[in-house]
Each structure stands twice: as structure tokens, then as C-alpha cells.
């Protein structure tokens, strides 16, 4: 959770995109599924499975 505020914080002070920052925060939470047994990593990974452009258009 704390990288996730972290990189945040750097995208808005380096003028990161939308999609930069949706990014690094995808492969942060990445490696966080890496954590767990084959299972629930398997699952981890689906919830992350969404292009930046459909989670866009989600959005708005």
C-alpha cells in the first residue's frame, strides 16, 4: 500500500500520464501477487488483468 501512495506522490510531482502512473501501480501490485501461493497468485493476477483503456473508460 505504501508503494502505491508513494508512486502517487512521485507521478504528480513528475508530471507522470494517467496511464504512467496506472501503470507503475499495475506492476507494483504485480509483484505483491508474487507474494502469495500458485492459487491465490493466479487470482492476484486476473484482478490485474485490466488494459489501461478499459479501466479508463470505467472510469469515466
Avoid: W
Amino acid at each position: 500500500m505504501r508503494g502505491v501512495i508513494l508512486l502517487s506522490v512521485l507521478a504528480s510531482v513528475t508530471g507522470c500520464s494517467n496511464q504512467q502512473v496506472y501503470n507503475a501501480i499495475q506492476d507494483s501490485q504485480k509483484v505483491e501477487c508474487q507474494k502469495y501461493p500458485d492459487t491465490r497468485y493466479e487470482e492476484c493476477m486476473q484482478q490485474l488483468d485490466t488494459p489501461y483503456e478499459e479501466y479508463e473508460a470505467e472510469r469515466q
